[in-house]
């Protein structure tokens, strides 16, 4: 069985946790990278390709009305993170498993499901740095893609508002 043990108490409790998630956020903003956020309705999918690269599906892979536009960023660790703006809405379940078969990380990917499954608003989420988020800005406005910059939640809270 891979991955072993994914679904463990323990890792769901973790990766539900609004004040560790808030944590986490925390450290990549005091590191100087903007934290986009997006609504899991939208249409989009984000891949953090850690390959670098964008893996190709074939035709028959790809549920119609998904191939469309899409941008691509540079990661602070030189990586790329690609955006792909759907025709159509998707479900939540076929975005999280064509973001994996597009080539993102399928533990950020099943995580990112799990917060959303948890009610954490900062569910689907993307690290770039300044100059790239400049850049992936007036594409995602252009396309009407809801997003917001998390900030950390004020003294005294646990969720952001």
Not at 19 to 26: F, P, S
Not at 68 to 76: E, N, R, Y
Not at 133 to 160: D, H
Request: hydrophobic share 40%; charged share 20%.
């Amino acid at each position: 069985m891979f991955p072993p043990n994914i679904h463990t108490d323990e890792v769901f409790q973790y990766s539900a946790d609004e004040a560790i998630r808030n944590t986490q956020l925390a450290k990549a903003v005091s590191a100087g990278l903007v934290v986009v956020v997006f609504d899991a309705a939208t249409r989009l999918i984000t891949i953090d390709a850690d390959s670098g690269e964008l893996r190709q599906l074939s035709e028959p892979e790809v549920p119609k009305g998904i191939k469309a536009d899409h941008f691509v960023t540079t990661s602070k660790s030189g990586k790329r993170h690609y955006y792909l703006r759907t025709s159509e809405s998707i479900s939540i379940a076929m975005r999280t498993v064509l973001a994996c078969l597009y080539g993102s990380d399928p533990m950020r990917e099943y995580l990112s499901f799990v917060r959303h499954e948890a009610g954490i608003s900062s569910a689907w989420v993307m690290f770039e740095t300044p100059t790239e988020f400049a850049r992936l800005e007036p594409w995602l406005r252009k396309n009407y893609i809801p997003f917001s910059i998390w900030q950390p939640p004020p003294e005294g809270t646990t969720t952001n508002p």
